[in-house]
């Protein structure tokens, strides 16, 4: 005889056998975690996520050098390292350039599954790195080479490349994000190549081991001085540096770091004009449009 308990008790039996596969088959709703711990790979990082629903943390305090992040990771910031790579995806760093950084070693002692995105060099291969010059060190993380347009966008096309694979439902918006960032490159290298061929003297000192590729990129004429970027001033190198200053007119002195007084006097006693480089913001765009627009208003003036 049909009875209502026989219909309930398979209803329920099929409840609860069905429950778990509904449960497995259901798509995870944590969103991609993507770590990074240098201003550059954070920055386009960035730009290239914007509006998307990737979370991108940053694994280092902004103004914590490259060469002091290793310590950092395995002492104070140990702990916060470890909670943030047990639940992140990938973490986008610079192996291929900077063989010591420090980011996916680390990340990876707490979460196995985590996938390196190398901003300079694909790990796999399927895209061409940066361009290097001729006589780059292995380490060179201070070279600086993405202060050049080419090599920015080249950059920017490696991290998308794996970001749209690491978030597939996000690939719409970083392919946008990724052509607005190429334009705004297209631009800043149209515009600077069109002021620079209005400027008379190109010629500049470089106090710093890391503006290479941006003299290189805007065709600048380098003249050299005998002083390593890291010793200090002496004041018979100050009379030198005026004097190779006004030996070959040179309009521009440029370093990444502020001047001292007597360096500035130095500088301004041999005619020519200080110029800062630095980078400030998490938009490395801005920033070398900034660093662009400087160098050419400083230009202008000679």
Known sequence: MFTLRKLILPLVLTGLLGAPLLASASPSTAPVRILASLPITYGLGQLLLKDSDVELQRAAAANL????????????GAAAL????????AVIGLRSLWSDDPLYPMARRSNIRIVEVDAARPVDGSLPGIALQPGTPADSLNSQPWLTS???GRMADVIA???????????????????????????????SEARLAKADNLSVVSLSDRLDYLIGGLNLEPVEVEHKADQPWAPDALNALTQTLKDNDVALVLDHRAPSQALKAAVTAGGSEFVQVSAESTDPVADLQNTIDAIVQGLAKN
């Open 65 to 76: 050098p490259g060469s002091r992040q290793s310590a950092y990771f395995s002492g104070r």
């Open 82 to 89: 470890h909670s943030l790579a047990e639940n992140a995806d």
């Open 150 to 152: 080419n090599n920015m």
């Open 161 to 191: 490349a794996d970001l749209v694979r690491l978030a597939p439902t996000a690939k719409p918006q970083i392919e946008t994000n990724l052509a607005s960032l190429k334009q705004r490159l297209l631009k800043l290298s149209a515009d």
